[in-house]
């Protein structure tokens, strides 16, 4: 019974896979978006037909994550960022696309931006080993070596496994 169970989701998984290497099943939106960005090599036209997918869906959060990603992919880092603006806007609990716009403002070496914003967000989740690395490495990045050193020495005290963070105390307290 489970040999014949087994069979039976090989062969599905077989024809899926085959119709789906020759599109005969329909792409999603997000796929067909996929597809076209890096098979074609079109972000324009991929920007442009995710665009009117979320005119059609305007609170679809996938769609919205996709269009920030392909500008952000095609460089385009004022367009990303505004879009990824309003998913804050829409989801402000969520910790991924924060984190996505420290990273994002850190691309464009935005530091006292990253600062300012992780300020707001260090009142909330204060021992947070992420944002404060991402502080510490802000900081170290403005020239404020003492202050990123304090704070990266508290996260590798409180986790000695944090290799990112001992790298970075280590090139600092090398250039000392």
Known sequence: MIKKLFILILVITRITSYAQENHTVPLTPLQEVKELAFTQNNFEGAIELMTEYIKLEPSNSDYQTMLFNLYKWN???????QRLDVLIQNNPLNQEFRNQKLLLLETQNEFGR?????DVYL???PEDEYLLFRQAYSLSKLNKAEES??????IVKNNSAN????????QLMVDK
Do not use: H, P, Q, R
């Open 123 to 125: 009142t909330f989740s």
């Open 163 to 170: 290799d990112e963070a001992k790298y970075l105390l280590n």
């Open 75 to 81: 460089g385009n880092y004022e367009m990303a960022e």
């Open 149 to 154: 050193i304090v704070i990266l020495k508290k």
């Open 114 to 118: 990253c600062l300012e914003l992780l």
